[in-house]
């Protein structure tokens, strides 16, 4: 079945219902089914129109919009084949995709994308037309044409073209953190026995009900499975196009669900603890009483256990004195998270659990239709990555090396025969790159990527996931990256939050100049050593940091220093700062 077959379901459903929410000069507006359905099809008689045939590739390069998941499942519905571009890829980068995926028709969202598009057109062979989705951007009207206008005289009414379990949706291209990017080749089945198994899982009550808000890039698998299983349920979806109005958007449009990557919850994590500790005693007091009384409610609740009447009305009495306050900022009704992409702390999920707002932790790949594993409503582990969905199999091969099994698994990587054989064993199990383990219960462990393994120059086996979760997860630290692999100790490039860090320059008598100066400082170094130290008290002296460089700039996603989703390109980072690795290690 084509997976946009549930515009028709839904529109049938629930007609007059808002589909989807979007901002239009400075307000938030929202469109129906019935229209949201018709402007999807529009979009899809307008495609055939220009030559787009069943099994055509086309591409997307754009930040998240309305426009993005109209022209996705208008492309879908035509039996086309959607090719989603990081709205942050270079020219060069959107150049390789549109080559290795021959795509026909792309649609740009902003100045930059356009004029990477125009100039690629007009050397590409396989690149006939730019659709542009945005009226502010100035386009030459040679090879280009904006959305609302290529769509104004088609035909309302469009046939869903009618799809197998095995034929391709969409190539997602992996962002990697090494190598040459591959199209991973997912199919409308992946996506709906994927759709089919969540909803199985979890057993969502009256799910036309929600509103979800999508914030993650919808290029990565992770944002735009869930968007669609949004959706494909009939839960509302509103799109937020500037990611740097999160905080804004969350109280202006109070969604009910939203999946974000961990830096998002530490980041909250980290800021409730600093307000704590620079606040009175009694407001102390009153903060760990709430905690206290909202983890025993949570973990009766994990447990699937009954809240005693007299524990309900203390959490009701701390939800009114704390929580709420905190959950406001987050809109107010927050209250399903699933949280993929890197490890999550067990002391963050157990923070936001006392709250009352579950982080459904999970894992999976661009290769295996996002989720493999998440955690159940009841009975899940912290710090563990749950239990399998659907028909999902997991073992645990060489290396520790988690290998799966199930009907998300991609079809392979386009073009790439070999490559794709390379991540198969003999009898069809993926191999995921990931290191993991099972406990008697089948909840997966995640130790950390095989890849990321490092061996010191002293024989110890260091993982660097947990420790830069450790680091990250205080107020002044914004990414860690480890370095260890034949090294005699652990070292570490930190990113300062520079946020918090300018707020505290006034409390230490700094007047600000310029980060390269302020990092380098002698008092901002103690003060960092002193927040390594405490972070660090209950660490293996072996994976301790013994020593760190403060760096004076984020790392860039346009540089290749980390990947649209923020994990660290190791490979990338080890090299571009050599030097100031190797200065760790002088003395």
């Not at 515009?7 to 000069?25: C, M, P, V």
């Not at 808000?213 to 968007?227: C, G, K, M, N, Y």
């Not at 790439?416 to 198969?424: C, I, R, Y």
């Not at 649209?564 to 571009?576: G, Q, S």
């Amino acid at each position: 079945m084509n997976i946009t077959q549930f515009l028709n379901t839904n529109t049938e459903k629930y007609s007059l219902k808002h589909a989807i929410g979007f901002r239009k000069d400075n307000k938030w507006e929202s469109i129906n089914w019935k229209d949201f359905r018709r402007m999807v099809f529009k979009t899809a008689n307008a495609l055939k129109e220009a030559g787009v045939e069943e099994n055509d590739r086309v591409a997307i390069y754009s930040d998240n919009s309305a426009e993005w998941i109209v022209f996705d499942l208008a492309i879908l519905s035509i039996g086309a084949v959607t090719v989603p571009i990081y709205s942050t890829n270079s020219k060069e980068q959107a150049e390789y995709i549109i080559n290795d995926s021959e795509s026909k028709i792309i649609m740009v969202g902003n100045q930059e994308q356009y004029d990477a598009a125009y100039e690629l057109i007009q050397r590409n062979v396989f690149l006939k037309k730019i659709i542009v989705s945005k009226k502010k951007v100035w386009i030459k009207k040679e090879f280009s044409e904006f959305l609302e206008d290529f769509i104004k005289t088609a035909k309302e009414h469009s046939e869903i073209v009618e799809k197998s379990d095995d034929d391709l949706a969409t190539l997602i291209y992996t962002s990697g953190t090494t190598g040459i990017p591959k199209g991973v080749m997912l199919t409308h089945g992946n996506f709906n026995k994927s759709f089919e198994a969540h909803f199985d899982f979890f057993k969502f009550k009256n799910f036309q009900n929600e509103h979800s808000l999508a914030f993650l890039p919808l290029t990565h698998v992770f944002e735009r499975s869930w968007t669609l299983l949004c959706l494909f349920g009939g839960a509302k979806v509103s799109f937020l196009e500037n990611t740097k109005l999160i905080a804004s958007t969350l109280t202006e449009v109070k969604p009910t669900m939203m999946c974000a990557v961990p830096r998002f919850y530490q980041k909250i994590y980290a800021g409730v603890n600093e307000m704590v500790k620079d606040g009175s005693e009694t407001k102390k007091k009153i903060f760990n009483w709430a905690m206290s009384v909202g983890s025993e409610v949570a973990e009766l609740k994990r447990l699937g256990k009954a809240v005693p009447f007299a524990l309900n009305l203390k959490n009701s009495a701390a939800n009114k004195l704390v929580f709420q306050k905190i959950k406001n900022k987050m809109g107010g009704n927050l209250w399903f998270m699933p949280c993929g992409g890197a490890s999550l702390s067990p002391e963050v999920t157990k923070f936001f659990d006392a709250m009352g707002i579950r982080i459904t932790v999970g894992y999976g790949l661009t290769e295996t239709t996002a989720t493999l594993t998440a955690f159940p409503f009841t009975h899940y582990e912290h710090g563990s990555a749950g239990i399998t969905l659907g028909d999902t199999k997991i073992k645990i091969g060489e290396n520790d090396e988690i290998l799966a099994k199930g009907s998300g698994i991609m079809k392979g990587y386009y073009k790439k025969a070999e490559e794709t054989a390379a991540v198969f064993t003999e009898d069809g199990w993926f191999k995921t790159g990931d290191a993991g383990k099972l406990d008697e219960k089948g909840n997966l462990y995640i130790t950390d990527r095989i890849k990321d393994l490092m061996k010191t120059s002293n024989g110890k086996y260091v993982t660097p996931q947990p420790i830069e979760n450790l680091l990250s997860n205080n107020q002044f630290i914004s990414q860690a990256m480890v370095v260890a692999e034949g090294k005699p100790f652990v070292t570490a490039l930190i990113i300062p939050n520079f946020e918090a860090l300018k707020d505290q320059l006034p409390k230490m008598n700094m007047p600000f100049t310029s980060w390269e100066e302020i990092v380098n400082s002698d008092q901002i170094k103690a003060f960092y050593q002193q927040k390594i130290d405490e972070i660090q008290q209950s660490q293996s002296g072996f994976e301790k940091v013994k020593k760190f460089t403060l760096m004076p700039a984020e790392f860039e996603i346009g540089s290749g220093e980390i990947t649209p989703t923020l994990k660290v390109k190791r490979n990338v980072v080890l090299e571009k700062y050599k030097e100031l690795i190797d200065k760790m290690y002088l003395h």
